[in-house]
Every structure is written in C-alpha cells, then in structure tokens.
C-alpha cells in the first residue's frame, strides 16, 4: 500500500517527539528524488530520509546507508544554502492529507533571521518536495511542474506556494462518528469501505476494508443495507480509530507474503487477510517504514538483476533444445545403417551378375528367407565399387550413430543443468546469492568476460533448519554450494536428501553419530521439497540415501551427482513447518550466542 495521511499522522507525532529543536547537521541527495537530513539533537542524531519518487513517497528516520552521489546535486546544493544547520521548529500537517510542512529556522543571505518550509506532497506520481521562504515564495522544488505539466498548479521557482486542490472529505479526528454516519447516509450506495473512502479524509483502501470487515464480516455489504447494530459496530471502530490516530494503543504492523514480500502497512493490526498474510510488530512507524520500503526495494532489485541471468538461462536452453531436436533427427537417419551394410554384403556376393551403367538390380536377401529386394545403384561406378560405396555410407552412419548419442546425452544433461541454475535463480534473496550464481556460470563458459565488481560480498553459508528431534538440516542455496555441502561439509553417516529428477537443493541432516529418527527425515524431505522446483506441488518424490553414497562423477557440472542405496518418500511441501524450522535454528543460535 502506499503511504495515507492517517500514518504520516503518525510519522508527524515521531518526528515532533523526537527531532523538534533539533539542528540539521547535514543535508545529502543520494538519488534524484531522494534527500537525506542528518539531524543533530541532544542525545544523538537520526537521518530524516524524503523521498519525492512516484513508486515509494514517503518521510521516515532511517537507518539504511544510502550512498552519495561524488557530486552533490544542483537541488541538495540549495538545500545546502537555505537550509544549512537550520533549527526545526515546527511540523505541520494539513488535517489528514498527505501534506506534511517542516519549517527550518536559520538566516538569511543578510544575516537576518528567516524560517525556510519544506514542504513535503506524497501524492503517487504527483509527490514532490518544495522549498518555501517566509513570504510564501517558492525557493525551488525538487521537481518542477510547468504549464505545459500542469495548468491547475504550477510549482517554479518565484510563484507563490499554494496547497494541492483539497478533496471534500472528513477529518477523523476532528469529526465525531455521528457526523460521519450522517455523511455516509448521503453518499451513494456503495460497498461499506468503498464509501467510507470516499467520506473519509486520509484513509487508504487496506484501512477502510478493515473498518468495513470488523462492522459487517462481509467486505461485500453496500452501506445502505447496514443494519442498526452494525452502525453501532461502525461508531464504536471509529472512535476507537481515532484513539490509535491520537497516540492510544497504536501497533505498527507490516503484513508480508509468504515469500517475505511486503505487502500491507498500518498504525494497527490489519486482520482483514487472516493467515493468508504474515505480520510482523515494529516499535515505531519509522522503523515500520525503513523496512517495507528497503525490503521491497530489495526484492524489486534483486528481480530487476536477476532477469538479465534468466534470460541468459532460457537463451541457452532454447538453443540447446533446437540442437537437440536436430541431432535427435540425424539420429533417426542413422537408424537404416544395417540396412546399408546388407546392400554391400549382397552386391558383394552377387559381383557377377552386375554390369557397370546399371542404376539398379534386384537380388535375393539370403538375410530374409531369399526374398527378392531391389538395390539403387550408381551408373558411373564398377559393381565393386558400388559395394564399397555402401560399406563407406554405413561406416559413416555408425561413427555418427556413436557421436550423435553421445552429444544428445550431453545435451541433455546440459539441459538439467540449467534448469537446476534457473530454479536456484528463481529462489535467490540476496545479491550474494546471485554473485554465486553468476560465477558459476561463468567458470562454465556461459558469461563471457565476467568480472566479479562486488568482491565484497561474502557468500552465504546453507541454510539452516533444526528438526523437531534437534537435528540441524543443511540446505544448499545453489549448485556450487551444493557441491561444497554434499561432498565435503557432509560426513559419511549424514543424511542426503533431493528430490527425483526435479530441480533442487542438496539438502544434508547432520547426525553427529547419532541415529536419525523417521519424523527428522520426514522434515528433511519436507525441506527438500520445499526448497526445489515443485515447491507449488503435491506428492513430490524425495530421494534420500546416507552421504557416503552419493559421488559425483569425472567431468559432471556443478550440483550434478549420483547415489545409490535410496529410498524414496512422497512428500507435500509445507511452508509453514519449514518456516518454524528455519525460526527453531535462528533461535537456538541466538541463545547459543547469547
């Protein structure tokens, strides 16, 4: 959800609490659309992040290092002029738009006391950052809106600054329920949460579909059709709302899918999508803020870097695929062989009855009970050389029936491989993990003159699981990593486990000498399973064998190897089960640690 003017309320209660008095101590614009303000106070200093982009407009502290342009930009250096080691003194909102005014105290060109306004517009693709100076006069705006953008509200340098076209809706906090019900009563029939939006000042659709689903336990209820009670149930939410937008009992909450993407935010706890979402606490809205937007970020940066990689994958696999298909047709082609050998054998015995010039004669196949057969020839060569000619086609034939299977088993084992890259790219959520990815491939020849510019990156280690028995599970996160846990991080007595012919991770339980019980290999498979191609699949077969059995064979690509002494369970992915084994490991080296 984007950013309403019910939590940047929020936002406006922080930054009162915490950075009214304070001095800027710095100013950074490390993207075109972003600023950072370092605010000095006593105690410490926090960075107030402003961010004017169409996809992510918002104002929170933050704690992720951004880096800085070598050059400042033209906009941060006037921030720079007009604001530097300005005094915050005060912070307004306008009702519950998603306007927010800091006014900055400091002096001017002269030496003369002055306040400098930023006002801060998180609107969609319509946001923006203005600076404006004491008579009301805009300084600059981080983006400027000229005529030919806008010819209701012009933002330029020297125009008067005026407020966005303001929408006729109510302030909850300055509005009791009664007043609010009396408008809904005049507004169109609606859906109960598409009605309130449209009454309701600074209300985002995730927080009226929570109203709508605590009054009528069906999203689909038009407001007309509200029954006495369920106003009663309206009222009472309302005021309890307006409790949590005043301070009472907030609880910022980030709902996130299963896959950890973020997906909903809010000031209190969102129940509207049951366990279809994931929530997690956060102690402010700052900190509720810096992580959904930089996780997202991530995820959007990691799905932008990792496309140029699956599209590399797919490529190869196509053209391995096409190179398949034509090899598979000279095969085809090879299959009459015997049949050109047998040509030889009977012209052969039959040299006799030919004549040079003839294009054809008809023998009997002593190879099939004498049946008469008719044999092409070549005019323009001798009858032994016509026998020659057929013996020379069918040796061709056999050397190429030789080659071509060994090229398609080949082919295919490559094709393996890459669908086991392509699903260890799909199921990247790191840039290490990528790094990886991208050094295998190109150690295998499918990056040509790669260079590793993020040495820096470390590489994760497998990731860990602890079994309900106490058992740590090992699951490698690609095919190199998989090499190193299977082949050397696994002992001999280890549990290994992969599922049957579908791409995955090696996933290794760690005996210790001990004897591993059924429910532990159970949760392996589980992980296994979990952690491959058929995650979305029902009854997917997992191979697992003791470690000394598995080996990887001379010249075999990264991830590939072969076991024997395996038994094979069915297993159904569970997200769940394998997510509180990942929690159980996580916990258990926290306390170790602690």
Same mark, same amino acid.
């Given at each position: 959800?984007?950013?309403?003017?019910?939590?940047?309320?929020?936002?406006?209660?922080? +930054?009162?609490? =915490?950075?009214?008095?304070? %001095? =800027?101590?710095?100013?950074?614009?490390?993207?075109?659309?972003?600023?950072?303000?370092?605010?000095?106070?006593?105690?410490?200093?926090?960075?107030?992040?402003?961010?004017?982009?169409?996809? /992510?407009? %918002?104002?929170?502290?933050?704690?992720?290092?951004?880096?800085?342009?070598?050059? $400042?930009?033209?906009?941060?250096?006037?921030?720079?002029?007009?604001?530097?080691?300005?005094?915050?003194?005060?912070?307004?909102?306008?009702?519950?738009?998603?306007?927010?005014? +800091?006014?900055?105290?400091?002096?001017?060109?002269?030496?003369?006391?002055?306040?400098?306004?930023?006002?801060?517009?998180?609107?969609?693709?319509?946001?923006?950052?203005?600076?404006?100076?004491?008579?009301?006069?805009?300084?600059?705006?981080?983006?400027?809106?000229?005529?030919?953008?806008? /010819?209701?509200?012009?933002?330029?340098?020297?125009?008067? @600054?005026?407020?966005?076209?303001?929408?006729?809706?109510?302030?909850? !906090?300055?509005?009791?329920?009664?007043?609010?019900?009396?408008?809904?009563?005049?507004?169109?029939?609606?859906?109960?949460?598409?009605?309130?939006?449209?009454?309701?000042?600074?209300?985002?659709?995730?927080?009226?579909?929570?109203?709508?689903?605590?009054?009528?336990?069906?999203?689909?209820?038009?407001?007309?059709?509200?029954?006495?009670?369920?106003?009663?149930?309206?009222?009472?939410?309302?005021?309890?709302?307006?409790?949590?937008?005043?301070?009472?009992?907030?609880?910022?909450?980030?709902?996130?899918?299963?896959?950890?993407?973020?997906?909903?935010?809010?000031?209190?706890?969102?129940?509207?999508?049951?366990?279809?979402?994931?929530?997690?606490?956060?102690?402010?809205?700052?900190?509720?803020?810096?992580?959904?937007?930089?996780?997202?970020?991530?995820?959007?940066?990691?799905?932008?870097?990792?496309?140029?990689?699956?599209?590399?994958?797919?490529?190869?696999?196509?053209?391995?695929?096409?190179?398949?298909?034509?090899?598979?047709?000279?095969?085809?082609?090879?299959?009459?062989?015997?049949?050109?050998?047998?040509?030889?054998?009977?012209?052969?015995?039959?040299? @006799?009855?030919?004549?040079?010039?003839?294009?054809?004669?008809?023998?009997?196949?002593? @190879?099939?009970?004498?049946?008469?057969?008719?044999?092409?020839?070549?005019?323009?060569?001798? $009858?032994?050389?016509?026998?020659?000619?057929?013996?020379?086609?069918?040796?061709?034939?056999?050397?190429?029936?030789?080659?071509?299977?060994?090229?398609?088993?080949?082919?295919?084992?490559?094709?393996?491989?890459?669908?086991?890259?392509?699903?260890?790219?799909?199921?990247?959520?790191?840039?290490? #993990? !990528?790094?990886?990815?991208?050094?295998?491939?190109?150690?295998?020849?499918?990056?040509?003159? @790669?260079?590793?510019?993020?040495?820096?990156?470390?590489?994760?280690?497998?990731?860990?699981?602890?079994?309900?028995?106490?058992?740590?599970?090992?699951?490698?996160?690609?095919?190199?990593?998989?090499?190193?846990?299977?082949?050397?991080?696994?002992?001999?007595?280890?549990?290994?486990?992969?599922?049957?012919?579908?791409?995955?991770?090696?996933?290794?339980?760690?005996?210790?000498?001990?004897? =591993?019980?059924?429910?532990?290999?159970?949760?392996?498979?589980?992980?296994?399973?979990?952690?491959?191609?058929? %995650? #979305? /699949?029902?009854?997917?077969?997992?191979?697992?064998?003791?470690?000394?059995?598995?080996?990887?064979?001379?010249?075999?690509?990264?991830?590939?190897?072969?076991?024997?002494?395996? %038994?094979?369970?069915?297993?159904?992915?569970? #997200?769940?089960?394998?997510?509180?084994?990942?929690?159980?490991?996580?916990?258990?080296?926290?306390?170790?640690?602690?």
């Amino acid at each position: 959800m984007a950013l309403d003017g019910a939590f940047l309320h929020t936002i406006k209660t922080e +930054l009162e609490q =915490i950075a009214l008095g304070s %001095r =800027i101590d710095k100013i950074s614009q490390p993207s075109r659309e972003e600023v950072v303000l370092t605010l000095r106070f006593k105690g410490g200093n926090k960075k107030l992040l402003i961010s004017a982009g169409a996809n /992510s407009p %918002r104002i929170h502290f933050t704690q992720i290092p951004l880096e800085n342009p070598k050059t $400042p930009p033209m906009f941060c250096m006037l921030m720079r002029k007009y604001l530097g080691s300005g005094k915050l003194v005060f912070i307004k909102q306008m009702g519950l738009d998603r306007i927010l005014h +800091l006014g900055f105290e400091t002096v001017d060109e002269l030496g003369d006391p002055t306040v400098v306004t930023i006002a801060v517009e998180i609107m969609g693709r319509h946001s923006n950052m203005i600076l404006v100076n004491q008579q009301g006069k805009i300084i600059d705006s981080i983006k400027r809106i000229d005529e030919e953008m806008s /010819s209701v509200r012009m933002v330029l340098p020297g125009l008067a @600054y005026t407020l966005p076209p303001m929408q006729d809706k109510l302030n909850l !906090l300055e509005t009791d329920s009664d007043t609010i019900q009396e408008a809904l009563d005049k507004a169109p029939n609606a859906e109960l949460s598409k009605a309130l939006l449209s009454v309701l000042q600074g209300m985002s659709p995730v927080v009226c579909r929570e109203i709508a689903q605590y009054v009528t336990r069906d999203a689909t209820v038009y407001k007309d059709d509200l029954t006495e009670d369920q106003k009663v149930r309206l009222s009472f939410y309302l005021d309890t709302l307006r409790k949590k937008l005043s301070g009472e009992e907030r609880a910022f909450t980030m709902l996130t899918e299963k896959n950890g993407k973020p997906r909903e935010f809010s000031f209190f706890n969102i129940t509207q999508y049951g366990t279809a979402l994931i929530a997690r606490p956060f102690d402010s809205a700052s900190e509720l803020l810096d992580s959904f937007y930089s996780e997202r970020d991530r995820i959007e940066r990691m799905k932008q870097r990792s496309h140029g990689l699956l599209k590399l994958l797919v490529n190869a696999t196509d053209r391995i695929s096409r190179k398949l298909a034509s090899q598979r047709e000279e095969l085809k082609e090879c299959a009459g062989r015997e049949t050109l050998k047998m040509y030889g054998d009977l012209l052969n015995a039959n040299l @006799y009855q030919l004549k040079k010039g003839m294009d054809k004669v008809t023998l009997q196949n002593y @190879y099939d009970e004498m049946k008469p057969v008719s044999i092409p020839l070549d005019p323009a060569l001798t $009858p032994a050389k016509n026998a020659q000619k057929y013996y020379t086609e069918y040796r061709k034939a056999a050397t190429a029936e030789k080659m071509l299977t060994s090229l398609i088993v080949q082919g295919e084992q490559e094709l393996v491989y890459l669908d086991s890259v392509f699903d260890a790219v799909s199921r990247t959520t790191g840039e290490s #993990e !990528l790094l990886e990815i991208r050094e295998e491939l190109a150690e295998q020849g499918y990056l040509k003159n @790669y260079k590793n510019r993020n040495k820096q990156l470390k590489p994760q280690p497998p990731i860990e699981y602890r079994s309900s028995d106490g058992f740590v599970i090992l699951c490698g996160r690609n095919n190199k990593q998989n090499d190193k846990l299977t082949l050397k991080t696994a002992r001999g007595d280890d549990l290994w486990c992969h599922t049957h012919n579908i791409p995955g991770s090696h996933v290794i339980v760690v005996g210790e000498g001990k004897e =591993i019980p059924d429910r532990t290999i159970e949760e392996a498979c589980i992980v296994a399973a979990y952690n491959s191609k058929a %995650r #979305e /699949s029902a009854q997917v077969p997992v191979d697992y064998t003791k470690a000394r059995y598995v080996k990887k064979p001379g010249g075999a690509k990264p991830g590939m190897v072969i076991f024997t002494d395996n %038994r094979t369970a069915y297993i159904t992915p569970d #997200e769940e089960m394998v997510n509180a084994l990942r929690q159980a490991a996580i916990d258990r080296n926290r306390s170790s640690v602690g």
